[in-house]
């Protein structure tokens, strides 16, 4: 698996962050855009995203969607994370996203 968090001599990721209790969603990703079920927590700083298919996403509000054209490219097999709030308030709320060419799964893991 590639990784983008450093690594231990083990050649394990280290986590910068700690993980939310009751922080992870997962999404069906397919031809349709789809998008995490619920609001992201108020404390969540990052969110780290890991695709098992080639996807695009796109992060927003409460409807949010995700299209080939202008979102942002997530590579499959990586984790990445993503800012999602400034520390005075949650910029975004979800994250949505669309298939590139076949359907998968976008894990979503709110960190603090």
Same mark, same amino acid.
């Given at each position: 698996?590639? *990784? *983008? $968090?450093?690594?231990?001599? !083990?050649? !394990?990721? %280290?986590?910068? &962050?700690? %993980? $939310?209790?009751?922080?992870?969603?997962?999404?069906?990703? #397919? @031809?349709?855009? +789809? =998008?995490?079920?619920?609001?992201?927590? #108020?404390?969540?700083?990052?969110?780290?995203?890991? +695709? *098992?298919?080639?996807?695009? %996403?796109?992060?927003? !509000? @409460? #409807?949010? *969607?995700?299209?080939?054209?202008?979102?942002?490219?997530?590579?499959?097999?990586?984790?990445?994370?993503? @800012?999602?709030?400034?520390?005075?308030? &949650?910029?975004? $709320?979800?994250?949505?996203? %669309?298939?590139? #060419?076949?359907?998968?799964?976008?894990?979503?893991?709110? =960190?603090?």
């Amino acid at each position: 698996m590639n *990784t *983008t $968090l450093p690594i231990d001599s !083990n050649s !394990n990721p %280290i986590p910068v &962050l700690s %993980i $939310l209790p009751d922080g992870g969603q997962k999404v069906a990703v #397919t @031809a349709a855009s +789809a =998008r995490n079920a619920t609001n992201f927590q #108020t404390e969540t700083r990052v969110v780290s995203l890991y +695709a *098992t298919e080639d996807m695009y %996403i796109q992060f927003g !509000n @409460a #409807t949010v *969607t995700s299209n080939v054209n202008t979102a942002f490219f997530l590579a499959k097999g990586v984790y990445k994370d993503f @800012a999602v709030n400034d520390r005075d308030e &949650l910029k975004f $709320l979800r994250v949505a996203a %669309i298939r590139a #060419t076949v359907d998968g799964t976008l894990y979503v893991h709110e =960190r603090t």
